[in-house]
C-alpha cells in the first residue's frame, strides 16, 4: 500500500496539517487548501494554529502544500478535513463539505478512495457527500469509486497526545473498504484503530463524544448558576464531591470552539429530521450558550459592590480569547460574551492573549488586543488557562 497510495488531503487547518504530515512519514502526500496565504505560509514553514513545530516541517518528511486542485489529480486516496461549523438557525452548514466533494469528484478516477474527517451527523457522508462525488465524477459508487469516514479525534493545544497516540475510529462503504481504510490508519497511528460497523456508526460516536463532553460541563454550569445564588462556593463543593470514585471530575467554564459548542447541534438536527427532538443535548447547550453573559454580569456585579455603583470607565483586564487553554483558536470563543457584557455596562476594558493571531481578532471582532498584561486594573480576568498565565 505504501508504494502505490498517493494521499491528497483537502483542508490543512487545525486537522489537515498535522494528519498530513503524520502521512508523509509513510506516503506520498499533497496537502490541497482553497486558502492561498495559508498555503503560502505552510510552504515557508509557518503554522498560525502553532500546531506544527517550525523545526519539525524542517526535519521530518518532505511534503508538498497547494491551492491548485490539479496538483492532487494524480492522488488515489483522498482526505476530507474542511469545517463543518453551522448556520445562523444553528444548523448544519455543509457548504465546505459539498465544495471539497464536488472538487474532489472532479478528479476522482476508477479505483480511487475519498474518506471523510470532517464532524459530521449519522448518515450525512452517504446521504449528502456522496452523491455530490457521484454527481460531479459521473463514476458508480462502491463499483468505481469507494468512501470511508474516519473521525478526528485530536486535541489542539494538547502537546502530550499527538494524532498518533489516540486511538482511530475507522469506517468504510463496504466491508472490504473498512479493512483498507482501518489499515490505512494503522499504520500511521501508533495507539491503533477501531473499525466501526459501518460509517454511521463511526460519525456518532465522534458526535457523541462531543455532545457528551458538553452536557457533562452544562451539569457544572447549571450547578455553578445554582450555587451562586445558595452563596455556596462550586469549587469547594467539587473539591468535597470529586472524594467519591465515581464523580465525573468535570469543571464549569465557557464552551466555545469549532467542536463542542457545535457539534451536538448536528447530533439534535439529524435526531429532529428523524422524529426525536433531543431534551438533554439542546438544555445542555442552552445552559453553556449563557455563560459568558453570566460571568460578565457577576463581574460588573462585584465591581458595583466595591465602587459604590460608579463603575463606569473602570478598568478590567481580560487575560485569554482563545476558545480554550494553550490553543490559538479563536473560532466561536465564549470570551466575547464576557467582553461585549462588561463594555455596555461602560467599563474600559481590554484584552491579553499572547497565543492568539491579532490580525485575525481585528478581522474576526474588529478588536484590537493588548500586546502586554501590564497596567493598573480594577479588576482582572483570567477567562483562559493559558499555563503561559501561571508561571
Ligand atoms: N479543531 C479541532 O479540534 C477538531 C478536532 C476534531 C475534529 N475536528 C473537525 O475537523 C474538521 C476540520 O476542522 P479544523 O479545525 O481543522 O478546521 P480549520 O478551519 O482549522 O481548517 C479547515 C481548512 O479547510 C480549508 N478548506 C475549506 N474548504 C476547502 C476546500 N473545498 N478544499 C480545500 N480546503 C478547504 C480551509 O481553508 C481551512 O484551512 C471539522 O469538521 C471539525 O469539526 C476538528
Redesign the pocket.
Known amino acids: 500500500m505504501e508504494k502505490e497510495t498517493k494521499i491528497g488531503i483537502?483542508?490543512?487547518?487545525?486537522?489537515?496539517l498535522p494528519l498530513s504530515l503524520a502521512f508523509a512519514s509513510k506516503y506520498n502526500v499533497i496537502g490541497?487548501?482553497?486558502?492561498s496565504y495559508?498555503v503560502e505560509q505552510l510552504k515557508k514553514f509557518i503554522d498560525s494554529?502553532n500546531e506544527i513545530e517550525f523545526s519539525y516541517f524542517e526535519t521530518k518528511y518532505p511534503l508538498c502544500f497547494t491551492n491548485n486542485l490539479k496538483d492532487i489529480q494524480k492522488c488515489n486516496v483522498f482526505i476530507i478535513?474542511?469545517?463543518?461549523p453551522l448556520s445562523q438557525n444553528k444548523e448544519p452548514d455543509l457548504s465546505?463539505l459539498k465544495?471539497?466533494s464536488s472538487?474532489v469528484g472532479s478528479v476522482l478516477k476508477k479505483g480511487d478512495l475519498v474518506i471523510y474527517?470532517?464532524?459530521v451527523y449519522p448518515g450525512c457522508t452517504e446521504e449528502e457527500c456522496v452523491p455530490v462525488l457521484i454527481a460531479s465524477s459521473g463514476l458508480v459508487f462502491n463499483i468505481d469509486f469507494f468512501v470511508g469516514y474516519s473521525p478526528?479525534?485530536?486535541?489542539?493545544g494538547d502537546k502530550e497526545r499527538p494524532l498518533q497516540t489516540i486511538v482511530k475510529v475507522t469506517s468504510g462503504s463496504t466491508p472490504e473498504i473498512a479493512i483498507v481504510v482501518d489499515e490505512l490508519y494503522k499504520s500511521i497511528i501508533t495507539a491503533g484503530t477501531y473499525m466501526a460497523k459501518s460509517m454511521k456508526v463511526a460519525e456518532a460516536s465522534k458526535a457523541i463524544e462531543n455532545a457528551q463532553r458538553d452536557v457533562n460541563i452544562s451539569f457544572m454550569n447549571e450547578l455553578a448558576l445554582m450555587f451562586d445564588k445558595m452563596e455556596i462556593d462550586i469549587n469547594e463543593v467539587l473539591e468535597a464531591a470529586k472524594t467519591k470514585w465515581n464523580f465525573l471530575p468535570f469543571k464549569p467554564g465557557l464552551v466555545g470552539g469549532?467542536?463542542i459548542g457545535v457539534?451536538p447541534y448536528y447530533l439534535a438536527y439529524k435526531a429532529i429530521q428523524v422524529g426525536y427532538t433531543p431534551k438533554v443535548i439542546l438544555s445542555g447547550r442552552e445552559v453553556n450558550d449563557q455563560m459568558g453573559v453570566w460571568m460578565g454580569e457577576k463581574i460588573i456585579a462585584h465591581l458595583a459592590k466595591q465602587f459604590n455603583g460608579a463603575i463606569r470607565g473602570k478598568r478590567v483586564l481580560i487575560l485569554g480569547f482563545a476558545f480554550k487553554e494553550n490553543c490559538a483558536?479563536i473560532r466561536n470563543t465564549k470570551v466575547i460574551d464576557v467582553y461585549n457584557i462588561l463594555k455596555a455596562a461602560g467599563l474600559n476594558v481590554q484584552i491579553f492573549d499572547p497565543l492568539v493571531d491579532p490580525i485575525l481578532v481585528k478581522k474576526t471582532f474588529n478588536l484590537e488586543l493588548k500586546k502586554s498584561k501590564e497596567g493598573d486594573f480594577d479588576y482582572i480576568f483570567k477567562a483562559v488557562n493559558h499555563t503561559i498565565f501561571n508561571s
Open positions: 483537502l483542508g490543512l487547518g487545525y486537522v489537515g490541497y487548501d482553497i486558502n495559508r494554529t478535513t474542511v469545517p463543518t465546505f465544495k471539497a472538487d474527517e470532517s464532524t478526528e479525534r485530536i486535541n489542539p469549532h467542536c457539534d483558536d
